[in-house]
């Protein structure tokens, strides 16, 4: 079936670092793909979308490209703030295999340092 | 203001005392689902259901139940809970099915012991 994966955490950086969260998935068909974000004791939220191949999403300076050829969706931030400390989850959804849920990865935990 | 919300946030209960955790929308969205959260697991989805009546399993759906009789409401049904079903449990809305932007409630936080 479909998966992804997301490189684990934490990931920790000063502010005003580049901060890229890769994630690869396996899919029968073509995907949509999502980025959402969890801040701490919050429920997820969306963050970015692409639903087809060289497409980017972006949102709050961070941006993402559907790479079909490398089945890839690798979120990067040029410059992240304390703000952005948060879990971010890669997702797809829109195959026969994740008809009706997004298919999420592990999560990756990001804390960022003043 | 348009939100998602999910009551108890917390529970902590004993292994076979049946429990509901409700999930309510006001966005009028045809598609509600079920995710539990565990720790290098991602979220995983229980059930969910396109439209008011129209229920489907989801990834991991033993051990619960669900309905859907009114478009604004999806609880989730544990009949006889196990330590197992300890975790963290999201409700999401959308409104025409998951790859539209899913809205996410606060979390319930439940404890089977």
């Known amino acids: 079936g479909d998966s992804v994966t997301q490189m684990e955490g934490p990931v920790t950086l000063s502010e005003e670092a580049f901060l890229t969260i890769n994630c690869t998935y396996t899919?029968?068909?073509?995907?949509?793909l999502f980025w959402y974000v969890q801040y701490p004791g919050e429920g997820l939220q969306l963050l970015l979308k692409?639903?087809?191949?060289?497409d980017k999403g972006s949102n709050k300076g961070f941006e993402a490209t559907y790479r079909k050829e490398t089945t890839s969706f690798h979120l990067e931030k040029g410059s992240v703030q304390v703000s952005d400390s948060a879990v971010y989850f890669c997702?797809?959804?829109?195959?026969?295999?994740?008809?009706?849920?997004?298919?999420f990865g592990a999560g990756t935990q990001v804390v960022v340092t003043p | 203001e348009a939100q998602v919300t999910q009551n108890p946030r917390y529970l902590i209960t004993v292994t076979g005392k049946k429990l509901t955790v409700t999930c309510s929308q006001n966005?009028?969205?045809?598609?509600m689902s079920w995710y539990r959260q565990d720790p290098g697991l991602g979220l995983r989805q229980i059930y969910y259901?396109?439209?008011?009546?129209?229920?489907d399993k989801g990834d991991v759906p033993e051990g619960y139940k669900v309905s859907r009789k009114e478009k604004r409401n999806f609880p989730l049904i544990l009949e006889s809970p196990s330590p197992n079903q300890t975790s963290l449990y999201f409700c999401?809305?959308?409104?025409?099915?998951?790859?539209?932007?899913?809205?996410f409630g606060p979390g319930t936080r439940l404890t089977v012991l």
């Open positions: 966005m009028n969205h045809e598609y």
């Open positions: 259901s396109m439209n008011v009546e129209v229920t």
């Open positions: 899919a029968t068909g073509y995907p949509s």
């Open positions: 692409a639903t087809k191949a060289d």
């Open positions: 999401a809305s959308s409104d025409r099915g998951a790859m539209n932007e899913q809205f």
């Open positions: 997702a797809l959804s829109g195959t026969t295999d994740s008809w009706g849920k997004l298919q």
